[in-house]
């Protein structure tokens, strides 16, 4: 984030946290795509994400008095979004759900489309194998491209613990997706 739109972003807060519910609004317009995006990637449905997505902005508004700008408004949002995922994972197991398959604008065929859906569905279930933790620090590296710090900070752990859990789901992943891999 910029300079200029980061003190932007903490005079929305501010205000936010004085009660203004269009500042409010205006950090939810911007954090919204990117808290749905996470809570997606930890649960793999679309409906449970953004039920998740609205539980943490909710959750945010609750706790945004107490919130302290140590860390950026990006890593504590996620955090509650993780969270908010997390739980509600464990309320509902969900089953995955199909993206539905797009035409796009290559010259590929549609053989090679389904194919490639085929490999991104195989990809989405190998990911929500992984255990809730080794996940999160996943799809916060991988997606949301956070560094070990910001990952360590959005997650209350140490950064030992992230590049471990890291470690662990990559190794998951390539021993769960080899198969993807020798066909390459």
């Not at 939810?28 to 539980?55: I, T």
């Not at 080794?134 to 560094?147: C, F, G, P, Q, W």
């Amino acid at each position: 984030m910029t300079g200029a739109s980061a003190d932007s972003e903490l005079a929305l807060i501010v205000q936010a946290q004085r009660g203004d519910k269009q500042a409010f609004g205006e950090l939810v317009r911007c954090h919204q795509a990117g808290v749905v995006g996470v809570a997606y990637r930890l649960c793999g449905n679309a409906r449970l994400a953004e039920d998740a997505a609205q539980e943490a902005f909710v959750r945010a508004w609750q706790h945004l008095p107490a919130y302290q700008p140590r860390s950026a408004f990006r890593n504590w949002l996620y955090r509650i979004a993780t969270n908010a995922t997390l739980d509600s994972l464990r309320r509902e197991r969900p089953s995955l759900e199909l993206d539905e398959l797009t035409p796009d604008r290559s010259d590929d065929g549609l053989q090679a489309r389904v194919e490639r859906h085929e490999q991104a569905d195989v990809v989405r279930q190998a990911v929500m194998a992984l255990p809730d933790a080794s996940r999160a620090v996943l799809v916060l590296r991988e997606y949301e491209e956070m560094s070990y710090r910001e990952i360590a900070d959005t997650l209350g752990i140490p950064m030992g613990t992230v590049m471990s859990r890291l470690s662990y789901a990559r190794e998951r992943l390539r021993s769960s997706l080899s198969h993807l891999l020798e066909a390459r």
